[in-house]
Every structure is written in C-alpha cells, then in structure tokens.
C-alpha cells in the first residue's frame, strides 16, 4: 500500500475515533437530567468561586460541564456527575455550595446526593397502556 494513503487512512480512522463518544447509559443520564432540572426548578443560589448565581444559571453551567464530560466519556452515574461535574470548580479546586432560602449553605455535593437519593426512591412512571 502506497505509505501517503496508508498515513491517511489512519489519519481518517483516528478522527472517526476521537468524534465517537460513549453516553452515560440511559438510567445515569435520566438521573443527571433530572438532578439539573431539579436544582433550575429549586429557587437555590449555587456558588461558585466565591461568587453566588441563581439556580438558572447554575443550571446552564452544570450543563457546560456534562457535556465537557461527556465529550470525553468521563460520567458513568450521577455519582460521577455529582463528583467530576457539581461538587467544585475544575480551576480554582473551590467546593461549590447550595443555599435555599434562610436556611445555611453546605456543600452542592451533599445537596444533589440528597436530591438523587430522592430521585430514586420514587417508583418509575408506568408505561401507558394503548
């Protein structure tokens, strides 16, 4: 085989590898999905880096750092989301803290397992019958 189309098959082959990426399986990116959704729909302030958002914004950053994860199929489980994702900043190593209404911040880590464990002790929703 000619070596220039040898190398560019490879090169080809390569980038067909790096665009393929793994998804969460399906449980882990309901429980994820329903984790974010659950902290937008909170009315919670989220901080990070020493600064505080409202849970809109939290949102849409949360979602900047699956998808970074996911790019590079690095969560598995929400336990990995919560962990890799939600628990601190990939810059500074800061924790982000939750603080809902009066009551005082703690950890988001120690929110969203509060919030999974919520998440999965509701039965699955039934199929509907046709």
């Given at each position: 085989m000619?070596?220039?189309l040898a190398a560019l098959l490879l090169s080809l082959l390569a980038l067909v590898a790096a665009s393929v990426h793994a998804a969460?399986?399906?449980?882990?990116?309901?429980?994820?999905?329903?984790?974010?959704?659950?902290?937008?729909?909170?009315?919670?302030?989220?901080?990070?880096?020493g600064?505080?958002?409202?849970?809109?914004?939290?949102?849409a950053h949360l979602r900047k750092k699956y998808a970074y994860l996911r790019k590079r199929d690095m969560?598995?489980?929400a336990e990995q989301f919560i962990e890799r994702a939600a628990s601190e900043s990939s810059?500074?190593?800061?924790?982000?803290q939750i603080r809902c209404g009066a009551a005082?911040?703690?950890?988001?880590?120690?929110?969203?397992?509060?919030?999974?464990?919520?998440?999965?002790?509701?039965?699955a929703a039934a199929p509907a019958s046709r």
């Open positions: 000619n070596p220039r969460p399986p399906p449980q882990a990116e309901r429980e994820i999905e329903q984790l974010i959704a659950t902290l937008a729909r909170s009315g919670c302030q989220f901080q990070r880096n600064s505080w958002y409202d849970a809109g914004q939290a949102q969560v598995a489980s810059m500074s190593g800061r924790a982000y005082a911040a703690q950890p988001s880590a120690t929110w969203l397992r509060a919030r999974l464990n919520e998440i999965r002790a509701k039965p």
